[in-house]
């Protein structure tokens, strides 16, 4: 157990809806990281926050928003949901999002979109 | 732009026998390179991380990864494989400064009994 905790573990729903991940990282940590991982495009990071703002930005769509709250959990929303969406969304935190910081993951929520 | 390329997507390996995971990256700098293991189900949990000095690095779980700078690899290592090592195995690079992993397409690592 990593100590991060993701909600939900499973999320079916249809095209065109919009979703919302929840991510609350290790007890300490200020830095979540979130990635997307499906079959035809791996594992790619979309985004990180530290400490409630953006810090770094990866291959995350428009239709894509995410925040960190002040008591340092995270939301990524999926909006205008479409099949391709479909994946197993990972949230990661680590102490100080240094570069030179393990990140530790979440067990994931796997996304249907239908 | 940096990318890591795990060249074999599957390997099957013979209980207690040795085993080696091939990872090779680009990146124009030192890069800082790293192992993850991801069990069924689980999420991705680190093995172990290159980012100076000995080129030799131990991880937990018995690996070790030696990198190369010579052929920009970052191979992965035990000595004797357990059935409970049966998982997906993913490189990655994190470029200087930033924590934006990139991530090879993964090794599913297979064990027969």
């Known amino acids: 157990d990593s100590g991060v905790t993701q909600t939900p573990k499973h999320l079916i729903t249809a095209t065109g809806q919009r979703v919302t991940l929840r991510c609350s990282p290790r007890?300490?940590?200020?830095?979540v990281y979130w990635y997307q991982q499906s079959l035809d495009q791996g594992l790619q990071f979309l985004i990180q926050?530290?400490?409630?703002?953006?810090?770094a930005k990866g291959n995350i769509l428009e239709r894509f928003s995410a925040q960190q709250f002040p008591d340092l959990h995270s939301e990524l929303n999926l909006s205008s949901l479409e099949l391709g969406d479909s994946a197993l969304y990972f949230c990661a935190s680590s102490s100080s999002g240094d570069h030179t910081d393990t990140q530790y993951f979440g067990p994931g929520t796997r996304l249907t979109v239908l | 732009a940096q990318s890591v390329t795990q060249p074999d997507i599957h390997i099957t390996v013979s209980e207690g026998a040795s085993l080696e995971l091939r990872c090779n990256y680009s990146y124009g700098a030192t890069p800082y390179l790293f192992w993850y293991v991801q069990s069924p189900g689980q999420g991705l949990q680190l093995l172990l991380k290159y980012f100076s000095g000995d080129t030799l690095v131990q991880g937990i779980k018995g690996f070790e990864a030696e990198f190369k700078r010579s052929q920009s690899s970052f191979n992965l290592r035990k000595p004797s494989v357990h059935w409970s090592d049966a998982a997906e195995y993913f490189c990655?690079?994190?470029?200087?400064?930033?924590?934006?992993?990139?991530f090879g397409t993964g090794t599913r690592l297979l064990v027969s009994p």
């Open positions: 990655a690079v994190g470029p200087t400064g930033f924590q934006k992993l990139v």
């Open positions: 926050y530290y400490n409630g703002e953006e810090r």
């Open positions: 007890s300490g940590d200020l830095s």
